[in-house]
C-alpha cells in the first residue's frame, strides 16, 4: 500500500473516533438553545453545585498531593520486595467499578463505624458532606496524580540528588531544590488530572454525598426528575466550564514549567 | 593527607579488594584502570556515595567513612558532570553555597571570582542545555570548587571531549593543582595521567595493583598490565639463567629465546623492557654492534603520533617504532620476513 493510501485510511479511522468524541458534545451544544443556557447560568442551584464541585475538587487534589508527592517519590527512587504490589493497590481505584468504590468508602466512614463517630464527636460528618464528596473524589481520582508524579521523579536522574549532596545540601534539600522542580512538570500534570477526575466523578459521590449535590449528580437528579430537556442546559454549561478549567490549566502548567530533563 | 585503608566494597559481582592508598596534600594523583576495574565505584566511596563494606578513609587523621555525603570535604565532579538542567550556570555555581546559607554579598563575590577563573563571566546567564562540552566542564570544575574543597575527585573528566578542548582543560587541571588543590582523578586513558599526575595508582579487577610517583610507575611498570596501561610496548617476562661475564647476562623469553642485558643480574625471574625506538629494522643480517638480533614477521603497523609503529612477531612480539620516511625507503609490508636488533644497553631489566 502506498503511503498516501496509508494515510488516508489511518486519517479516515481516526477521524471516525474524534467524530466519536465530538458529535455528543457538540450535540450538548446545538440543542440548548441561548434562553435555556442563559436560564441555567442564572439558576442558583446550578451555579452553586458547579462552585462546590469545583472547589471540593480543587481542595481535595490540594490536600492529597501532600501526601502523594512523597509516596510518588517513594515508588520511583526505592526497590524492594513487594513495591509492584503497592504499585498495584495505588492503581486499584481506577480498575474498580466506582459505585463499588463507594459502598466500600461508606462503610468505612459511616456513622456507625468508629472512624464515622470519631469524625462525628468532633462536629465532622462524612456522609451528605462536603468531606465525603472530596474523599469519594480522592479516592478514585489520586492514583492518577500518584502515577504521573512517581513517572516524573523516576525520569529525574539519581545523579543530580548525589551531585546536590556532594555540593552540600541535605538530602530534603536536595529533594527541595532539584528533584521536586525537576519533577514539576508531572506532579503538575497529574494534578490537572486528578482534579479534573475529581470534577466528573458520579459513582462514588452519589453513594456517600447525594447531598450537597456536585454537578454530576445534579444533571442526574434533573434528568431523572424533569427529563432530557432540562438536564442538557446544566451538562452544557457544566461541560463548558470543565473544558475551560483544563485548558487554563494545561496552558498554565505548560508555561511555568518547561522540560529541562528531556532536552538535558 | 588522605588516607584509605583497606578499603573493601562488593557491589553485585565486583568487588574492590583491600584498597590502601595515601594522597598527600598538594598532589596530583592519576587512579589508571580499564572500564569495570573499580575506578568510578572507589571515587564514589570517597564522596560518599557509597559506603564500604570495611575499611577507613582519613583526612588528616579524621575517619570519615561514616560521615554524610554532604559533610564530606570532598568535591565530586561526575562523569556526566551532573549540572542542574532547571537552573541557570549562575544559579548551579551558587548552589553549594546557599546549601552552606552563606550572604548574598559573599556568594556574589565567590560567583564573580570563579566566573573570572574559569572565563566564564559571559555564560552565567546562560542555560546548562546550551553550552558547549568545554563550557560545561568548566562549569562544573567552578561549581565544584566554589565551597572550596579540601580535595578535588575528578571522574573520566576529559573523556568527552575534543582533542583541542581537552588540552585546554588540561591546562585548567594542572594550574588548579599548582595552586595547591589535591586532585584525585580516575580514568582509562594513560596520556592523562603522562601528563597530569604527580603520583599513579594502578587498579586492576578492583585491586590496587601498583601504586607510588608518577616517575616510579612510568618507569618501573611491576606486570604487564601496568606496562601497557603506561604506554610500555615491548614488556617481556624473562628468566636471567646465564652469566656471561664481562658485564652482561642474557635472559630467556618464551625459555628459549635469549635477550642480552648489558647488566650484571643473578639468576631470577623478571621483566625487560625493549624502548621501541631502540628498535631498528633491516630486510637482511647486517653487521652490527647490536648484541640482540631477531629474525621475525611483520604483522601489522600502528600509526602513532611519534611516527609508525611496526608490530613483528619474532617467537617474541616486539614493537619498533619508525618514521613514516623509514617505513617507506624499506618498503616494509605485513608478512615481509625483517630483522630487528637492539643493542644490549638499550635493555632495562626490572626484577619480578
Not at chain 1, 14 to 39: C, D, N
Request: hydrophobic share 45%; aromatic share 8%; glycine share 8%.
Amino acid at each position: 500500500m502506498s503511503q498516501s493510501k496509508l494515510s488516508l485510511v489511518f486519517a479516515l479511522l481516526g477521524g471516525l473516533v474524534l467524530l466519536f468524541i465530538i458529535a455528543p458534545l457538540a450535540g450538548l451544544f446545538i440543542k440548548t438553545s441561548p434562553v435555556e443556557f442563559f436560564e441555567t447560568v442564572n439558576d442558583q442551584e446550578v451555579t452553586g453545585s458547579i462552585a462546590l464541585t469545583l472547589g471540593v475538587s480543587l481542595v481535595t487534589t490540594l490536600v492529597f498531593a501532600i501526601g502523594s508527592v512523597p509516596l510518588a517519590y517513594w515508588l520511583a527512587r526505592t526497590s524492594f520486595r513487594g513495591r509492584e504490589i503497592i504499585q498495584s493497590l495505588v492503581d486499584l481505584p481506577v480498575v474498580i467499578p466506582h459505585s463499588a468504590a463507594g459502598i466500600a468508602l461508606l462503610g468505612m466512614v459511616s456513622r456507625d463505624t468508629w472512624v464515622g463517630q470519631a469524625a462525628s464527636a468532633i462536629g465532622l460528618d462524612f456522609v451528605g458532606h462536603p468531606l465525603g464528596i472530596g474523599i469519594a473524589m480522592a479516592f478514585v481520582s489520586v492514583p492518577f496524580l500518584i502515577q504521573s508524579a512517581r513517572d516524573g521523579f523516576a525520569n529525574v536522574p539519581l545523579r543530580l540528588e548525589m551531585a546536590a549532596m556532594s555540593l552540600g545540601a541535605s538530602p530534603w534539600r536536595s529533594f527541595l531544590t532539584v528533584s521536586l522542580p525537576l519533577a514539576a512538570r508531572s506532579i503538575i500534570t497529574g494534578m490537572v488530572m486528578m482534579f479534573s477526575r475529581g470534577l466528573s466523578e458520579f459513582g462514588a459521590i452519589v453513594i456517600i454525598a447525594y447531598h450537597p449535590m456536585v454537578t454530576p449528580v445534579l444533571i442526574y437528579e434533573r434528568f431523572g426528575a424533569f427529563g432530557l430537556k432540562y438536564s442538557r442546559p446544566v451538562a452544557a454549561l457544566f461541560v463548558l466550564v470543565c473544558l475551560i478549567f483544563f485548558v487554563l490549566l494545561r496552558i498554565l502548567a505548560n508555561r511555568r514549567t518547561h522540560d529541562p530533563i528531556r532536552k538535558y | 593527607m588522605i588516607q584509605l585503608e583497606n578499603i573493601n566494597k562488593s557491589v553485585g559481582n565486583f568487588t574492590l579488594r583491600d584498597i590502601s592508598l595515601s594522597i598527600e596534600q598538594g598532589s596530583y594523583t592519576v587512579i589508571l584502570g580499564d572500564s569495570g576495574a573499580g575506578k568510578s565505584l572507589l571515587l564514589e566511596i570517597l564522596a560518599g556515595i557509597r559506603r564500604p563494606d570495611s575499611g577507613k578513609i582519613l583526612v588528616d587523621g579524621v575517619e570519615v567513612q561514616d560521615q554524610p555525603i554532604q559533610e564530606r570535604p570532598f568535591g565530586l565532579v561526575f562523569q556526566d558532570l551532573a549540572l542542574f538542567p532547571h537552573l541557570s550556570v549562575r544559579e548551579n555555581i551558587a548552589f553549594p553555597l546557599k546549601m552552606r546559607r552563606m550572604s548574598k554579598l559573599d556568594v556574589d563575590q565567590i560567583i564573580h571570582e570563579l566566573a573570572l577563573r574559569f572565563e566564564i563571566s559571559q555564560l552565567m546567564e546562560r542555560s546548562p542545555n546550551t553550552l558547549s562540552g568545554g563550557e560545561r566542564q568548566r562549569v562544573a570544575l567552578a561549581r565544584t570548587l566554589a565551597p572550596k574543597p579540601n580535595c578535588l575527585l575528578l571522574d573520566e573528566p576529559l573523556t568527552a571531549l575534543d582533542t583541542r578542548i581537552r588540552q585546554e582543560i588540561r591546562g585548567v587541571l594542572r594550574n588548579l593543582n599548582r595552586s595547591g588543590l589535591t586532585i584525585i582523578h580516575v580514568t582509562h586513558d594513560y596520556q592523562e595521567a603522562l601528563t597530569l599526575a604527580t603520583h599513579i595508582g594502578i587498579l586492576e579487577g578492583g585491586r590496587l595493583i601498583q601504586q607510588g610517583t608518577a616517575e616510579e610507575v612510568l618507569r618501573n611498570p611491576i606486570n604487564t598490565f601496568t606496562a601497557s596501561f603506561t604506554g610500555i610496548k615491548n614488556y617481556i617476562h624473562v628468566t636471567i639463567s646465564d652469566q656471561r661475564g664481562s658485564g652482561v647476562c642474557v635472559a630467556m623469553a618464551n625459555h628459549d629465546i635469549p635477550i642480552t642485558l648489558d647488566l650484571q643480574e643473578p639468576a631470577q625471574e623478571g621483566y625487560v623492557i625493549i624502548p621501541e625506538e631502540a628498535i631498528f629494522l633491516s630486510h637482511h643480517p647486517t653487521d652490527t654492534s647490536a648484541a640482540n638480533n631477531f629474525c621475525g614477521t611483520i604483522t601489522d603497523f600502528h600509526p602513532s603520533p611519534h611516527g609508525v609503529e611496526v608490530m613483528i612477531n619474532s617467537g617474541i612480539p616486539l614493537c619498533a617504532l619508525l618514521t613514516a620516511e623509514g617505513v617507506a625507503r624499506l618498503n616494509l609490508e605485513i608478512g615481509d620476513t625483517i630483522w630487528a636488533s637492539f643493542k644490549a644497553t638499550s635493555v632495562r631489566f626490572i626484577p619480578k
